[in-house]
């Protein structure tokens, strides 16, 4: 018997979303063609774990599987009385059926997603292209009993990205479901979450139907130094004591390359300060830049250094906490 795409998955049927998208990404990265070059058992099971990912890993399409609409491979179970349902003609069930359109037949190319695996169906079984005896002769386009002419479903896929490749822009190499290779250009600004969209690069459409289009949806990997927030950088800046007593010139990483800021003379840790046009491009403009200061003492702190500082206190003795300590009432 045929895995079920959950069992392909290693999953329950009522895992929940997210644990499926964990089970797929963890599978796709192990079985992936670029880290297995050569092995054809795991290229198979890639496609395999890809194919039952588009098939559960969407709400709506696993609901239909559960459902038994559909089958392990997105294949509609019983595509007649669906056509029919749908048409409202014989058999059908009317205005009130959720699969009713008050457009009647121009949105069959919205719908390429439901229609295109169908019809590629029944013209595997030899049966008719255009629709049960009794239905439509045709779709929008005409043609005929045998003329039907459907998109092809939009695929669906996601892509880790590098954290400067998503700020500045770049190029990534996509591994498809089918083996195929696509080069993807990441735009300037590109945020986690985002989708691009790859006209043509879908699945096959039907009759002459355009193929559909393959949609990716990028994953930031996060950076060890920098942190987004929109188009603004974040970036904490460890400082001596000196450079916060005295202030000074430092060097300062930013997304762009290395630059130099001036630290002000009595700088104190969490100071912020603002480099502009620093940040993301949006457009023509950019983000800042937000460098948050940090005191960091030496890692051994030599009696020169203590004798300093405790004849300093003797005479210079202060309370930072004594507006913290008043607003929370205990003064």
């Known amino acids: 018997m045929a895995k079920t795409p959950y069992e392909v998955l290693g999953v329950a049927p009522d895992a ?16 992936h063609p670029d880290l297995n070059p050569g092995d054809a058992d795991a290229e198979a099971r890639f496609k395999e774990v ?5 098939v559960v890993g969407d709400e709506e399409s ?72 009794g239905g439509p002769r045709g779709g929008p386009r005409g043609g005929g009993r045998h003329g039907f002419h459907a998109r092809g479903g939009d695929l669906r896929y996601r892509l880790e990205v590098d954290f400067m490749d998503a700020a500045r822009g770049g190029r990534a190499r996509v591994t498809m479901a089918d083996g195929r290779t696509l080069d993807v250009t990441i735009p300037v600004g590109a945020h986690d979450g985002m989708t691009l969209r790859l006209a043509g690069h879908g699945g ?85 830049q937000l460098v948050a200061l940090r005191i960091v003492l030496p890692a051994t702190v030599d009696p020169e250094l203590e004798r300093i500082v405790t004849e300093w206190r003797a005479g210079h003795a202060y309370d930072p906490r004594a507006g913290l300590m008043k607003e929370a009432g205990h003064a």
């Open 16 to 31: 929940s979303q997210d644990d499926i998208r964990k089970a797929y990404r963890k599978l796709a990265k192990k079985l």
């Open 50 to 54: 890809g194919q039952a990912y588009r």
């Open 62 to 133: 696993r609901g239909r599987f559960d459902r038994g609409e559909i089958d392990a491979t997105g294949a509609e179970q019983q595509p007649h009385p669906f056509y029919r349902s749908h048409a409202g003609g014989p058999g059908g069930r009317g205005h009130d059926h959720p699969y009713h359109s008050t457009r009647g037949f121009e949105d069959f190319e919205d719908l390429g997603d439901v229609f295109s695996e169908l019809f590629r169906q029944q013209a595997a079984r030899g049966g008719p292209q255009g629709g049960p005896q």
């Open 204 to 288: 096959p459409g039907f009759g002459d139907g355009p193929p559909g289009d393959a949609l990716i949806e990028l994953a930031v990997r996060a950076h060890p130094v920098f942190r987004r927030d929109g188009d603004d950088i974040h970036l904490e800046l460890p400082i001596t004591l000196d450079e916060a007593v005295l202030g000074g010139k430092v060097p300062v990483p930013t997304i762009h390359g290395p630059v130099t800021v001036t630290v002000p003379k009595g700088s104190s840790s969490g100071r912020v300060l603002r480099l502009r046009g620093k940040g993301v491009r949006a457009g023509r403009d950019h983000g800042d």
